[in-house]
């Protein structure tokens, strides 16, 4: 599953044991009114979109060939497939989930990454990585970000999930188990006691969600309802909990317009095993055969219903040896000042690191350091293949693997697959990039999308940074981020971590979707908006 939950889960069991790890706090609540909804007309068809945490187009053929995947197997059989669909960058859960719920890049939601700094602030804003980062960092404070900040603060307002837009319209929708979850609707998260009191969170934490919310022991659809919920079941946080609650939402005939249902297992099985790992698409199958048997039938879950399912982002190799996997910024960048996580920033520090597995974010907090100087020094390092930032309106971009530059900035001369038109200088190699002779459209190799998706990270956000990215087979890492040597990580904006699956099945169109960031408006059209 995402980092963030098993941050969760972690600390839930940490804080059972150690209670004095945190200090006593306050919280910031507020919500909208209850917006009253009702269903539309009986004749439109219900979306149900399941995201399948880290799934990838060859193990999932691997498992159906393996007989692993028949209810996958019968959806792609009855519908539209496409393998290649393009995640946002940074790959990252958070930022990826709140592209998909509004429509726009993290230019437009303000979600960076996992990790992120808030240079205004003056605070690294985690959602939960590894767990002694967390406990550096507070975990109060990453617990505030991730049950609370992310939704009600951090995402930006101007722009509105499907949840939101929907209710607007007097539809309601479901969200199960998603991080990123904003609606209309007041809810209470249940912080479990133990946990509350040894926290800045209270018992009863308000927010903002869907009228039908669940989120693991949190929130529950199904009341009193304990199974899959128990510390060995990551308190709710799993495949088996998300089943049992759209189940439950099924045979009360409570079904709505949208749902939300994400399964976030598998992610954690390729973390460890590797990306060719098959038994969490395996795991994930049997969930969607008990939601379908939940119907009746296979095919009367067919009938009313359209099916989305979709991948989150991909995951790639990462090297056994540490010497050749991981990618330690600290010592990249000794020469300067680095801030430490168990320590507020202060203007001492010269620089701030935000890892994101396979990419971060590198800050610049000290005006006496010449970004120029830091991106030299990064460059030194063989295994950093995109580094970029923003001067003015052109965003540069270079590499540890030559010493060659490109400069765009949108709207110029020359088009790309997505319609989109920059203005290109220097050497399109560095990304990948070719021009057709036939039309001198702008193709994507090994980065798909890159100049739209670079371009919409270093505008997500205030701040003076710099955007790396490793290659294939490295991650990197600062003070106490995770590793994954021997396994898989993602993040990055190679096609290894940015190419997923995307399947869907009772509709009578054929979407021409060839990215994350397009499937908002496929819904909202599909549901006659």
Partial sequence: MNRGRWILIMLLLFISIVPSACQKGEI???????????????????????????????PLQEAIRNGQAPALKFLIDRGHYKPDVVSTFPTMSVTIDSTILTGSGPDGHHVPGLVWYNSREGRLISYGTALWETLKLGVGDVFKNSLYRLNNVHLNKQVKTIHEELAARGIETASINGMVYRGTTEHRLKVPAAFADSTSLPRDLKTLAPKWFSLGVLSRLKPDDVRNTHAWQSYGLNDEF???????????????????????????????KGPAETRGIERADKQLQRVFQAFGSW???????????AGDSGQTYIERERERSIIDLRQVLNSYRIAALS?????????????????????????????????????QEKRIDVIAWREGGDILVRSGRNEQELTYRPNGNVRDRHGQTWNIRGDIGLLDMSL?????????????????????????????????????????????????????????LHKQDSHVPLLISGSETRPDIFRLVDVKRWIMNELGH
């Fill in 343 to 379: 320590k507020p920033v202060t203007k001492q520090d010269q620089i701030v690191l935000a890892v994101n597995e396979r990419m971060a974010y590198v800050y610049i907090n000290d005006s006496k350091v010449a970004k120029a100087e830091a991106v030299r020094r990064l460059q």
């Fill in 436 to 492: 057709r002779k036939s039309d001198k459209r702008l193709e994507y190799g090994d980065y798909p999308d890159a100049l739209m998706r670079l371009h919409s990270a270093l505008s997500s956000h205030e701040g003076n940074f710099v955007i790396v990215t490793a290659a294939p087979g490295s991650e990197f890492i600062g003070e106490s981020s995770p590793t994954h040597s021997g396994g898989a990580g993602h993040g990055s």
């Fill in 28 to 58: 910031q609540q507020g919500a909208q009114p209850r917006i009253k909804s009702v269903q539309p007309a009986a004749s439109t068809k219900r979306v149900i979109l399941v995201i399948l945490d880290s799934m990838m187009d060859k």
């Fill in 299 to 309: 095919d009367a879950a067919m009938k009313d219903n359209v099916w989305i399912i």
């Fill in 242 to 272: 998300s089943a049992d609650e759209l189940i439950y939402l099924i045979e009360q005939d409570r079904l709505p317009s949208f749902t939300l249902v994400y399964l976030p297992n598998n992610d954690h099985d390729v973390h460890r």
